[in-house]
């Protein structure tokens, strides 16, 4: 691939985390597509995507108000009682405030931030930390962090690992999702090179991240799987269990359950739960929770029957 | 040297594509001759929601274009229907039409397509105007499309029955999903892969295969569709009935007829048009 133009830290730490086969990568997440999973065993999958949203709203328009209607949806996305609430809803820092007005303190959904100048993360370490601190600060239960990938591409390994690490230390008790942002990453050696540096710094409880959704390309089945198995190599060899969460062009509740079968079958059941494992959507739930729909009353229900999608605010 | 056969796999035309059915069926179809003439595809009630959502997708881009222009797009059909005419007629005849017949059903598609063509930028003001009220107020009423109508072509004629049937509703910018008469399907075959090269764009017709028995619940139910213009026997229309009332969309009946019903003059008209647009009524001061 282009291990060979890559700086001399980078060739070496591919030697040493072990090259990706794309061609069979592509080929395993091909079959992840073929699984039938109907009635009974599709509700479940949809309610367990459901409650593995990370419901996100990520744009310059965001306001307070918008804000806590995300909020409402999340805690309550649809009126059958039957539907979980989502896991979290994920934000920029401004917005942290107001979420957390509406969710109150003792919420079943989490409060996730951006920070680290989500989406680029180019300004300085003090500046990035000084957000994550604020963000805590403000309420925020969970961080999500994008790594400096021009560092990376570079070949300073030692600074993307010491700034994740310094935002671990900032963080406290919030979770952190590291943002790899694959699609800047361009290949599946940098990817599966990323999350082993990333997995390497985490605490149990915290995730990797695809991407920020900013960037055109996003979460895809392969390239989730070259970080699922990054987990699961990071699992077997120090027994620290770090959860993962795809993001940006999750659209439907056919993708979310192909992404299920992905985890299910890579790193087996103890992953399939919120604590291990998110989607990072806005449209998804709306879709999920049009399909739970369908399977209860058996008629295809129309998509204006539900609140609308968070990106149409 | 002789030629190998090459044999046609017709496909319905959905989303601007040619599809198989997602479930791999098909049934063979033979010709009036009961001659093996091709396997055509069996679609499903998730080939109707895959139509349902690529007609919504369609839906607001189609409303947003001018009557004029969707006039034009219609008489487009119409021409382009008139230079296929044979290849159209041999479809008819080849599967029991007898000639004469065939080429009077394709000439009828034509000029019911030039019709509704016609309608297009004229059906507004007949329907919608500006209503008289007590007050220093403008009322008008405006047509609007209704949104994503489903479509039941009857058995028999093939061609015209279901064009009668879909050029009214899409003309006020409405999109259709249809499902083709299901002993003779090849000329809706036929018709969508004249649709594919038209100027109508794509998602505004889509055009299923298959048995009724399958598709006719579906239809009935899937609350997304917000109308149903169909031909239908008692038995269907018990079940669409009971269905559009729960998911509460507008049903058009249109007797089952033999072409020279279908023929006639009385068979198009202002009504089929104004059974799937909505009107909307705004009130506005008069300026100073």
């Known amino acids: 691939m282009r291990a060979s133009s890559a700086p001399p830290a980078l060739r070496r730490w591919f030697a040493a985390v072990g090259p990706v086969d794309r061609v069979g990568v592509e080929e395993r997440v091909a079959k992840f597509t073929t699984r039938s999973i109907k009635k009974a065993a599709k509700v479940q999958g949809l309610k367990l995507a459901v409650s593995m949203v990370d419901l996100t709203t990520l744009e310059g328009k965001d306001t307070p108000g918008k804000v806590a209607s995300l909020c409402r949806k999340a805690l309550r996305p649809h009126d059958d009682p039957a539907v979980p609430p989502a896991a979290a809803v994920c934000l920029y820092p401004a917005m942290v405030r107001p979420a957390r007005r509406t969710l109150g303190l003792r919420s079943p959904v989490r409060l996730a931030s951006v920070a680290t100048a989500f989406p680029s993360g180019q300004t300085a370490l003090a500046t990035r930390l000084a957000e994550v601190r604020r963000a805590v600060a403000d309420g925020a239960d969970e961080i999500d962090m994008v790594i400096n990938r021009g560092a990376f591409l570079a070949g300073e390994l030692t600074r993307v690992r010491d700034e994740i690490a310094a935002v671990v230390a900032t963080c406290g008790p919030a979770a952190l999702k590291v943002i790899l942002e694959v699609g800047e990453l361009e290949t599946y050696d940098h990817i599966r090179a990323a999350s082993c540096l990333a997995l390497g710094e985490l605490r149990p409880g915290d995730f990797i991240k695809t991407s920020t959704g900013k960037t055109a390309s996003n979460a895809t089945l392969a390239n989730t799987q070259v970080m699922l198995e990054a987990i699961r190599d990071h699992y077997l060899e120090t027994g620290v269990a770090i959860g993962m969460k795809p993001a940006g062009g999750i659209r439907t509740a056919k993708q979310a359950l192909h992404f299920l079968v992905a985890v299910k079958e890579t790193l087996g059941d103890a992953w399939l739960t919120p604590a291990r494992y998110r989607f990072g959507a806005s449209a998804l739930l709306n879709d999920l929770v049009r399909q739970l729909e369908k399977e209860r009353t058996g008629a295809y229900p129309a998509p204006y029957a539900f609140s609308e999608a968070a990106e149409s605010y | ?288």
């Open chain 2, 1 to 288: 040297m002789p030629r190998l056969p090459v044999t046609k796999t017709p496909k319905p035309y959905v989303g601007g594509a040619f599809i198989r059915s997602e479930s791999g069926r098909t049934r063979p179809l033979a010709d009036a001759t009961g001659t093996f003439f091709a396997h055509v595809p069996l679609c499903t009630r998730k080939d109707l929601r895959n139509a349902v959502e690529a007609a919504a997708k369609a839906g607001p881009g189609w409303a947003r274009r001018t009557a004029y222009n969707r006039g034009q797009i219609l008489y487009r059909l119409g021409e382009m229907l008139e230079a296929r005419r044979t290849e159209f007629a041999a479809a008819l005849t080849r599967f029991g039409a007898r000639r004469a017949a065939a080429l009077r059903e394709v000439d009828a598609a034509t000029d019911r397509l030039v019709h509704y063509a016609g309608w297009a930028d004229k059906y507004e003001q007949l329907l919608g105007g500006v209503n008289p009220v007590s007050g220093p107020y403008f009322n008008f009423t405006v047509s609007e499309p209704m949104g994503v109508i489903g479509v039941l072509a009857p058995a028999e004629p093939p061609l015209l029955g279901l064009l009668s049937l879909v050029a009214p509703v899409i003309v006020s910018g409405n999109t259709v999903v249809a499902l083709a008469s299901e002993p003779r399907p090849y000329p809706a075959i036929l018709l969508g892969e004249l649709l594919a090269t038209s100027d109508l764009p794509a998602g505004v017709v889509n055009v299923l295969t298959g048995l009724r028995a399958d598709l006719v619940p579906t239809f009935a139910t899937h609350a997304h569709l917000r109308g149903l213009s169909a031909v239908a026997d008692a038995a269907e229309r018990r079940v669409l009935d009971l269905g559009a009332a729960e998911s509460v969309k507008r049903v058009r009946y249109t007797p089952d007829a033999p072409l020279a019903a279908w023929l006639r003059e009385a068979a198009q008209g202002l009504e089929p048009i104004r059974a799937f647009i909505e009107p909307k009524t705004t009130w506005h001061p008069i300026g100073a």
